[in-house]
């Protein structure tokens, strides 16, 4: 069974800098099930990217996600109050089949 | 436009069963590759995958929690029930319930639109 690893735990920002997010998996894995989710406080999560790097509807293009088999990374360019949030990655395995979600990351205004 | 709802009792005592209803609007399980599934959050935790059914019956348990669950859909009613026996107060969380879709083209087994959730609490 896949394990993610997201760091940090919690990233202190000012608006306007640059977030950089990672999930590391366990075995690797194939991009194309890895996705990244938004929860703000007391809100149900939000699907921000599908397939590794793929928006999806609605999703602002600061955010942005990258990467392959074991390392995966979700930025966002320059950080508005609205994504003050904790960020979930998730994964889908076939065998056995399941999902599987990071521990999250918490963008805190610093 | 895709909505889901929660429902059920929100206080159960441990050792009691579970069963949670996610009422579902704007799309049917009766289309192909659609799936809704239940996922779980204590509070302060991270989000756990529970169960999923798809259009055509097929159904995903987490493997851990496998002999607790049972998920059913009832297309008439357009609805998802979930069960799960033997609560304890590890089970105190918010459950939600969420929608995922495959086509032929791009089936990425993501949750893209989810119900608000429902918090559920286990004392006695």
């Known amino acids: 069974e896949v394990v993610l690893t997201q760091s940090p735990d919690t990233l202190s920002l000012s608006p306007g800098e640059r977030a950089t997010l990672s999930c590391r998996a366990s075995p690797s894995i194939l991009s194309a099930y890895l996705a990244w989710y938004q929860q703000r406080p007391g809100q149900a999560p939000r699907l921000l990217i599908f397939g590794g790097s793929n928006r999806a509807t609605g999703i602002p293009d600061r955010f942005s996600g990258s990467g392959s088999g074991a390392d995966f990374t979700l930025i966002i360019s320059r950080v508005e109050s609205e994504d003050f949030a904790v960020y979930y990655c998730?994964?889908?395995?076939?065998?056995?089949?399941?999902?599987?979600f990071g521990q999250g990351t918490r963008v805190e205004i610093k | 436009q895709i909505t889901l709802e929660e429902s059920g009792r929100t206080l159960v005592k441990p050792t009691q069963t579970l069963t949670l209803t996610c009422t579902l609007s704007?799309?049917?399980?009766?289309?192909?590759?659609?799936?809704v599934g239940w996922i779980r959050q204590a509070p302060g935790k991270a989000l756990e995958f529970l169960a999923l059914?798809?259009?055509?019956?097929?159904?995903r348990y987490n493997p851990s929690l496998k002999s607790r669950l049972t998920i059913t859909k009832d297309t008439s009613k357009n609805q998802v029930v979930l069960t799960m026996a033997t609560m304890g107060p590890v089970d105190t969380g918010t459950y939600f319930c969420?929608?995922?879709?495959?086509?032929?083209?791009?089936?990425?087994?993501?949750?893209?639109?989810w119900g608000l959730g429902t918090l559920v609490t286990v004392s006695s």
């Open positions: 704007g799309f049917s399980l009766n289309t192909g590759g659609v799936g």
């Open positions: 998730q994964h889908y395995g076939s065998s056995p089949p399941t999902w599987t």
């Open positions: 969420a929608h995922t879709t495959c086509s032929v083209s791009s089936c990425h087994r993501v949750f893209d639109s």
């Open positions: 059914v798809y259009w055509n019956d097929d159904k």
